[in-house]
């Protein structure tokens, strides 16, 4: 989708982290928006930031996970912006924790929020998508649905859930003037939820501002990639050479306190 300008997007997890950023990255292109997350007030923040930076912005508090608040998001971002060109699916959480010690609600919360609720969204708005032969979808993976870490293997599952879902989708809709694309960040500072941990990655793993997420979204949407990794360390080379041989990066992952990283963390959010 080359001109973004006066086009509508409707973004998940809107209301604080990474979403904000992208909010405004898009905005800046000139793309109204539907922003939704469970927070009201928050939401209204990015709403009326956004709004005065000259496009149309609205503000659509919903629980993803529910299947009536999904369908109400998509009625009321079309209703308040007109159709849905580009869909973002960019809410999620993790929770890092042995994982014999994470609840089955917790496990089944991350399942649905991650991986169920954008898979449900994109097929609420690709219809109408293809009918008017253009629109774009955008999921956030992570570095790790590449290769899963210790105490956050859920998060692991879900994540490598929307690459694969995107490679195929993308296929399928090939030649229909709808594509799809996923964003793969590594650990990111300032904004979200490694930063809110109030720790540096390991070197190994690098980190990477939020505004570089939010210019990924945008140029993935505007020129049609596939998948933009947004890493500065080596650790983005890791995922080729994982493909290669498995064994050898989970041994330079725990041999440079990657792993060691999640194993405190896990602690931490038991006391
Ligand atoms: N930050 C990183 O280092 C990093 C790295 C790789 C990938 N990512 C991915 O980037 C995306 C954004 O992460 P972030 O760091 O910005 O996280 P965050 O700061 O924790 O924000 C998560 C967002 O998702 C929303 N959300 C969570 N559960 C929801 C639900 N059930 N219904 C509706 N909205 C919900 C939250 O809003 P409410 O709580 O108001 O509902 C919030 O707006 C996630 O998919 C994450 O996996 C982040």
Same mark, same amino acid.
Request: aromatic letters at 6%; glycine letters at 10%.
């Given at each position: 989708?080359?001109?973004?300008?006066?086009?509508?997007? *409707?973004?998940?997890?809107?209301?604080?982290?990474?979403?904000?950023?992208?909010?405004?990255?898009?905005?800046?292109?000139?793309? @109204?928006?539907?922003?939704?997350?469970?927070? +009201?007030?928050?939401?209204?923040?990015?709403? #009326?930031?956004? !709004?005065?930076?000259?496009? #149309? +912005?609205?503000?659509?508090?919903?629980?993803?996970?529910?299947?009536?608040?999904?369908?109400?998001?998509?009625?009321?971002?079309?209703?308040? @912006?007109?159709?849905?060109?580009?869909?973002?699916? @960019?809410?999620?959480?993790?929770?890092?924790?042995?994982?014999? #010690? *994470? &609840?089955?609600?917790?496990?089944?919360?991350?399942?649905?929020?991650?991986?169920? +609720?954008?898979?449900?969204?994109?097929?609420?708005?690709?219809?109408?998508?293809?009918?008017?032969?253009?629109?774009?979808?955008?999921?956030? &993976? !992570?570095?790790?649905? #590449?290769?899963?870490?210790?105490? !956050?293997?859920?998060? +692991?599952?879900?994540?490598?859930?929307?690459?694969?879902?995107? &490679?195929?989708?993308?296929?399928?809709?090939?030649?229909?003037?709808?594509?799809?694309?996923?964003?793969?960040?590594? %650990?990111? !500072?300032?904004?979200?939820? %490694?930063?809110?941990?109030?720790?540096?990655?390991?070197?190994?793993?690098?980190?990477?501002?939020?505004?570089?997420?939010?210019?990924?979204?945008?140029?993935?949407?505007?020129?049609?990639?596939?998948?933009? =990794?947004?890493? /500065?360390? /080596?650790?983005?080379?890791?995922?080729?050479? @994982?493909?290669?041989?498995?064994? $050898?990066? =989970?041994?330079?992952?725990?041999? %440079?306190?990657?792993?060691? %990283?999640?194993?405190?963390?896990?602690?931490?959010?038991? $006391?």
């Amino acid at each position: 989708m080359k001109d973004l300008r006066g086009k509508n997007a *409707l973004l998940t997890g809107a209301s604080r982290g990474l979403g904000p950023y992208i909010a405004r990255a898009l905005a800046k292109k000139g793309v @109204n928006l539907a922003l939704t997350a469970r927070t +009201a007030d928050a939401l209204q923040v990015t709403a #009326k930031e956004v !709004s005065a930076l000259g496009v #149309k +912005a609205v503000a659509i508090p919903v629980d993803v996970t529910d299947q009536v608040g999904r369908q109400r998001l998509l009625e009321g971002a079309t209703a308040a @912006n007109g159709a849905i060109d580009i869909l973002i699916n @960019n809410a999620g959480i993790e929770w890092v924790c042995e994982y014999t #010690k *994470l &609840s089955p609600e917790l496990i089944e919360q991350m399942i649905q929020t991650n991986l169920v +609720a954008p898979l449900i969204l994109s097929r609420l708005a690709l219809p109408e998508m293809i009918a008017r032969r253009i629109g774009h979808v955008v999921m956030m &993976s !992570s570095l790790g649905g #590449k290769k899963g870490s210790p105490y !956050s293997a859920t998060y +692991a599952a879900t994540k490598a859930g929307l690459i694969e879902w995107t &490679s195929g989708v993308r296929e399928e809709l090939r030649g229909t003037g709808v594509s799809a694309s996923v964003i793969c960040p590594g %650990f990111v !500072s300032d904004a979200g939820m %490694f930063a809110e941990y109030g720790k540096h990655a390991p070197r190994l793993a690098g980190e990477s501002p939020p505004d570089k997420v939010a210019d990924a979204v945008v140029h993935a949407i505007e020129s049609d990639v596939a998948e933009i =990794t947004v890493n /500065p360390g /080596p650790k983005r080379l890791l995922s080729i050479a @994982n493909a290669i041989s498995p064994g $050898t990066v =989970t041994w330079l992952l725990r041999r %440079f306190g990657v792993y060691e %990283f999640y194993r405190q963390q896990a602690e931490d959010n038991q $006391t």
